[in-house]
């Protein structure tokens, strides 16, 4: 157990509709990142929050945004759905905002669009 | 922009013998950390190596950096079917900045 908590653990929903996946990270962390993981794009890096403040972007659509709260927790929103969403989206924390910091990974949110 | 190219896709490999997966980038790291997913599970963070050359072990497994910091690897000695999983090399753009580019992944299987 990372000591991250993701919810929900599988999402099932349609073309067009709107979600939004919830991480926890390690208690004491103050940096988390989202990350989209599918079969043939491998794990791509979404977007980095560092104490409640965006820190860096990776290829994140305009469709999908994130925030990380007061309380520390991120929550990433996905919007007007497409079929090629659907992936396996992970949350990890790490410490700091640096890059020398381990990262700890949750269990991650299956996102199916249909 | 830079990238973490990692090889071999796929190692299929009986068990007791060796695996070895090779990172390499085209820009120098500051570091580089080495994952391993299981099947159906989420990455976990293995180590870091920082120093140029540097050679660390965690019991079969030996991880490697190389003298110029653009290549990394690891190998496993005398595979078990524990070892079974995708091992992610992942190396951090700048100093600075937290984020990682993830290697595709070594995606092993061990027959018995």
């Known amino acids: 157990d990372s000591g991250v908590t993701q919810t929900p653990k599988h999402l099932i929903t349609a073309t067009g509709q709107r979600v939004t996946l919830r991480c926890s990270p390690r208690s004491g962390d103050l940096s988390v990142y989202w990350y989209q993981q599918s079969l043939d794009q491998g794990l791509q890096f979404l977007i980095q929050y560092y104490n409640g403040e965006e820190r860096a972007k990776g290829n994140i659509l305009e469709r999908f945004s994130a925030q990380q709260f007061p309380d520390l927790h991120s929550e990433l929103n996905l919007s007007s759905l497409e079929l090629g969403d659907s992936a396996l989206y992970f949350c990890a924390s790490s410490a700091s905002a640096g890059s020398s910091y381990e990262q700890y990974f949750g269990p991650g949110t299956r996102l199916t669009v249909t | 922009g830079q990238q973490v190219m990692q090889i071999p896709q796929y190692q299929h490999v009986q068990e007791g013998e060796d695996f070895t997966t090779y990172c390499n980038s085209s820009?120098?790291?500051?570091?580089i950390q080495w994952y391993k997913q299981r099947p159906g599970g989420h990455p976990v963070f293995l180590i870091q190596?920082?120093?140029?050359?540097e050679v660390k072990k965690q019991k079969r497994l030996t991880f490697q950096f190389g003298e110029a910091k653009k290549n990394s690897s690891l190998h496993i000695t005398a595979t078990q079917t524990t070892d079974v999983g995708t091992y992610f090399c992942a190396g951090p753009r700048g100093s600075t900045l937290g984020r990682l580019y993830f290697g595709r992944g070594t995606q092993l299987t061990v027959w018995p």
């Open positions: 820009t120098t790291l500051s570091n």
């Open positions: 190596l920082v120093k140029s050359g």
